[in-house]
């Protein structure tokens, strides 16, 4: 068997340095000596001039290696101390006037480059660190193992422990494995050692050292879901007051004279034909009162969507063959399908399309409806000729109307099935001309 063979010790790159200089001044110094030795001079010439020769020579090569060498051992001095984070080091003769030069004016800048970006690091980790600490909504930090790595004031308070404690602690064992593994859509209603409620939960992923990391979020939505419930009841008495309002105050006003004109010794011989007429009024009102509560229950239960494959055309189709008032002009559009409840779609166009009919009436104009894709969403509009909307700010506010006799939950409802179906309705004035455009969106 072959031995291994060792491997070669390569020069360093001083040692290249050395014997390159050494073999460039060689031929010169060994022609001077030839010509000094062969020459016709005395011994004591000879050595001396010999000596002379050979102690300049090294001397060049010392003073050439140092002038090599020394450079680089500063540079790298430089980058060290940039490796180790001192940026405040600077190297002397940095200019641009020659090569060397310009390498050490290059690695300053470089140094006073990295000075800046590591102060503006320091001073947004100062600023994030503030927030942090200063924001309501509490903010976990969980590396792989869904160990604790990272929590706020918010969530220190929220767990009643300090942040010492509370590091490094499994997300089980601080009752959040149910927000890490909950959706991100739904209120969760916790109860912590600090607080309890119902919670958004916010989640999200990032790398760290090629180590994947979850952030949660928690917010607290207790005091805001109470305000607007608090809003909600107050709009909700305001609406029930004004109807009931309106259709007692008559009610009581026509029984009072009835019973005035009971009480009389003598009723005036039409008595009866008021008696029948405030009677009348009064059953009038009683059902209107009826219909909107009616229309009121209708609204607050919506039941969820039974969603099945629907094609557009025929869907617009039915609803526009429904509408025997006016012609309404069908524009078309592409061959769609839509995930939805037949129904419910049915139902809201059929109250815009009611809508549009009855504002291009006012006018003597005409209505089109239409749909197209865009994107990842089907879109169906209807347009009317009409006089426009004059108040949009209450468009979609339950029981607000303009029409006589008009319930007011038209637009409240179709809206609502809209958004029931991860989708929106809208109704804008129209740019082009007068009138109202209607633009359902429904995700495909």
Not at 332 to 361: C, F, M, R, W, Y
Request: proline share 5%; hydrophobic share 40%; net charge positive.
């Amino acid at each position: 068997m072959k031995s291994a063979r060792k491997p070669r010790r390569r020069l360093s790159y001083e040692g290249r340095l050395t014997w390159l200089t050494i073999g460039a001044a060689a031929p010169a110094i060994v022609t001077a000596l030839t010509l000094l030795w062969f020459g016709d001079f005395s011994a004591k010439v000879d050595w001396t001039l010999t000596m002379v020769i050979i102690g300049c020579a090294f001397g060049f090569l010392a003073s050439a290696r140092d002038h090599s060498i020394r450079p680089l051992q500063t540079m790298s001095n430089l980058l060290a101390a940039l490796r180790e984070g001192d940026y405040s080091i600077r190297a002397r003769g940095a200019r641009t006037d020659d090569a060397l030069g310009e390498v050490l004016l290059e690695i300053n800048q470089l140094g006073e480059t990295l000075r800046k970006q590591r102060l503006g690091a320091f001073e947004a980790t100062a600023l994030l660190r503030t927030i942090m600490a200063e924001i309501d909504v509490a903010v976990f930090t969980f590396d792989p193992e869904r160990r604790l790595r990272l929590v706020n004031r918010a969530g220190e308070n929220l767990l009643r422990q300090p942040i010492d404690k509370l590091l490094g602690r499994r997300a089980s064992d601080l009752g959040l494995a149910a927000c890490l593994d909950a959706d991100e859509d739904a209120p969760l209603s916790l109860t912590f050692p600090g607080a309890s409620g119902r919670w958004g939960v916010r989640k999200s992923a990032f790398r760290e050292h090629g180590l994947p990391y979850e952030l949660l979020v928690l917010t607290d939505l207790s005091r805001t879901l109470r305000e607007e419930e608090r809003v909600a009841w107050q709009r909700l008495v305001r609406v029930l007051g004004h109807e009931m309002n309106n259709s007692l105050a008559p009610i009581k006003s026509i029984a009072g004279s009835l019973e005035s004109l009971l009480r009389r010794d003598s009723p005036p011989p039409d008595w009866r034909d008021d008696a029948r007429s405030g009677l009348n009024v009064i059953a009038t009102r009683a059902e209107s009162l009826s219909r909107f509560m009616q229309a009121y229950a209708r609204l607050a239960r919506l039941p969820p969507p039974q969603k099945e494959q629907v094609k557009v055309e025929e869907l617009v189709r039915r609803v526009v063959s429904l509408e025997t008032r006016l012609a309404v002009r069908i524009t078309g559009g592409p061959d769609l399908t839509i995930n939805a409840d037949k129904a419910q779609i049915e139902q809201l166009l059929i109250n815009i399309l009611h809508n549009a009919v009855d504002a291009s009436l006012e006018t003597g104009g005409g209505v089109s409806i239409s749909w197209r894709a865009v994107s990842e969403c089907s879109e169906v509009v209807v347009r009317d000729q009409g006089p426009g909307i004059m108040n949009p700010a209450n468009i979609f506010v339950p029981f607000f109307t303009t029409k006589p006799g008009g319930s007011g939950i038209g637009l409240a409802l179709s809206r609502q099935i809209a958004e029931a179906h991860g989708g929106s309705l809208t109704l804008t004035n129209r740019r082009d001309r007068s009138g109202c455009e209607a633009l359902l969106r429904l995700p495909r």
